[in-house]
Antibody, heavy 123, light 108 residues
Framework: QVQLVESGGGVVQPGGSLRLSCAAS????????MHWVRQAPGKGLEWVAF????????YYADSVKGRFTISRDNSKNTLYLQMNSLRAEDTAVYYC????????????????WGQGTMVTVSS | SYVLTQPPSVSVAPGQTARITCGGN??????VHWYQQKPGQAPVLVVY???DRPSGIPERFSGSNSGNTATLTISRVEAGDEADYYC???????????FGTGTKVTVL
């Protein structure tokens, strides 16, 4: 079945770094755009970053631009989020999600989500 | 940046109809997607492209979008529909995906 499984979360000090991974299975990973979305404790959803199916274009929320890097390895069916210069306000559950359709257009819905991985930034 | 505004909460009796609004400047010109999130779980897509339903989503869930307001309608509400609901669009002017503020639906 179609599945996304995140890993790599944990506790990190302010200013530190962490790399999240999202392992995909059950679909042709290399054909779909992929996203990272986060949710701070008790708060709403916040889109973080998007990468096109072939990695050719990347988009970031203003809150993470210049600190986070989204990437993918289509040979390993894996999506990544490198997070540097972490701040307390980055504390959240991080979800990966896939685009609904095989499209080169932006704005597609997110039809499959992982279970999330928790990132806590604290000293 | 583009802002999507939702009512914080909506309460509805079982069997009745819940309507959740999502307000944004000329949102009618955008494709709106809706997600349901139950406590401790990942979001689930319930409506995409304003009014389409993914496979497995009951017909009780429907959507509309016009002018400055998009609406998710849940007909014949059941206890299992109690959850947070989020609208979402792509803002081409900023190249950002945007989520609404979220609405907690309580089934009385």
């Amino acid at each position: 079945q179609v599945q996304l499984v995140e890993s790599g979360g944990g506790v990190v000090q302010p200013g530190g770094s962490l790399r999240l991974s999202c392992a995909a299975s059950g679909f042709t990973f290399s054909s779909y755009g992929m996203h990272w979305v986060r949710q701070a404790p008790g708060k709403g959803l916040e889109w973080v970053a998007f990468i096109r199916y072939d990695g050719s274009n990347k988009y970031y929320a203003d809150s993470v631009k210049g600190r986070f890097t989204i990437s993918r390895d289509n040979s390993k069916n894996t999506l990544y989020l490198q997070m540097n210069s972490l701040r307390a306000e980055d504390t959240a559950v991080y979800y990966c999600a896939k685009d609904l359709t095989v499209t080169t257009s932006l704005g597609d819905a997110f039809d499959i989500w992982g279970q999330g991985t928790m990132v806590t930034v604290s000293s | 940046s583009y802002v999507l505004t939702q009512p914080p909460s909506v309460s509805v009796a079982p069997g009745q109809t819940a309507r959740i609004t999502c307000g944004g400047n000329n949102i009618g010109s955008k494709s709106v997607h809706w997600y349901q999130q139950k406590p401790g779980q990942a979001p689930v897509l319930v409506v995409y492209d304003d009014s389409d339903r993914p496979s497995g989503i009951p017909e009780r869930f429907s959507g509309s979008n016009s002018g400055n307001t998009a609406t998710l309608t849940i007909s014949r509400v059941e206890a299992g529909d109690e959850a947070d609901y989020y609208c979402q669009v792509w803002d081409s002017s900023s190249d950002h995906y945007v989520f609404g503020t979220g609405t907690k639906v309580t089934v009385l």
